[in-house]
């Protein structure tokens, strides 16, 4: 079985190097960092952390952002990190139980040690907002998230990480305001962060807290990591996507208020929350003019990585747009008989 006891783990600055070749970006890199294996080891925590790379090469949630890895090496090797370092490990340990299992004993080793070290690293992080004044915001943020993906991906229905998102992730990115996030590790963590946000939000059909005006000023203006421009075609579609979410509470809020004895009364606010509709149609509209669908063939064509990055961010961020129609008509025709009065 393997042993994720504190004891038994390797200091941050022992892992072996990274093979050559390895993405370093924007040079935020603390003097002490972890290094992840270059091959599975049978240490478990050095195999669990080279499985976390490899699901962090699977899982880049955002076009803005290269690789997260080294925004994680870089806040392990500061302040209190237990509770980042064990959800580390349990991602990684699944990560090895579904891809580098060698048989169904290792398996089940392996979904045993995730789950052990969710534990822990749940644990340690309820202390620590208990017990600290200040705990280490970023540590916080990056921990919530990655708990919460671990019980998205463990979860059949997903109702565990929307708990979660609403009460954990979501609620201390909001109190620590768009000032945490402007730059640096904060501004890539948002980077990964506002997806989720922004999904959460449309699946509920709930108000987010990006959807406030402080919060909507500095979406509408996220800077691209490497400052050469203002976000990125999938940033500007989940903007449109809070404010649908918005404009779905608001509407499911009215129709709650309509008494079936005046259902041939207009409600006060319906015109405004019909306006914002047609404004955000218009606005869907001009995001499709400038962005349009990649052709099939111009997939196909043999490119550069970043090129076929391009290309690949236009797709989802098309396949977003299509997803957004729908749900944004959906606010007006499934209550058509209100909205045509």
Known sequence: ??????????????????????VVRRG???????????????DPTARYFYYFEIFVQRNIFTPNVASYNRDIQSLLGTGPTKFLHHAVLALGALQSSQI?????????????????????????????????????????????????????????????????????????????GPGACQSGLGLSFFFQAHIFEASRAQLLGERSFLSNPEWGRFTRNLPSVD??????????????????????????QMLARVEPSHVSQV????????KEGFRLRQMLEAWRTDNPAPQA????????????????ENLISNIFFAAISIYLSGIFDYEILHWQR
């Open 28 to 42: 935020q890199c603390s003097s002490v960092q972890p290094q992840l294996s270059a091959s599975p080891s049978p």
């Open 297 to 312: 063939q111009a997939l196909a064509t043999p490119y550069t990585y970043s090129v076929l990055g391009g290309l690949l």
């Open 1 to 22: 079985m393997a042993e994720l006891d504190q004891g038994k783990h390797k200091t941050q600055a022992s892992f072996p190097n990274k093979p050559n070749g390895a």
């Open 227 to 252: 400052g050469s421009g203002v976000g990125s075609r999938l940033d500007h579609a989940l903007n449109v996507i809070v404010q649908c979410s918005k404009i779905r509470a608001l509407a499911v």
């Open 100 to 176: 580098g299992a060698e048989s169904r004993a290792n398996r089940k080793e392996y979904e045993y040690a995730a789950l052990e070290a969710y534990s822990t690293s749940l644990t340690a992080l309820r202390d620590t907002m208990e017990n600290c004044p200040s705990p280490p915001r970023l540590l916080v943020f990056w921990t919530t998230l990655f708990l919460g993906i671990l019980e998205l991906m463990q979860g059949e229905t997903g109702d565990v990480w929307l708990m979660h998102m609403v009460h954990v992730t979501a609620s201390t990115l909001q109190a620590a």
């Open 267 to 274: 409600p006060k606010d319906a015109p405004s929350i019909a």
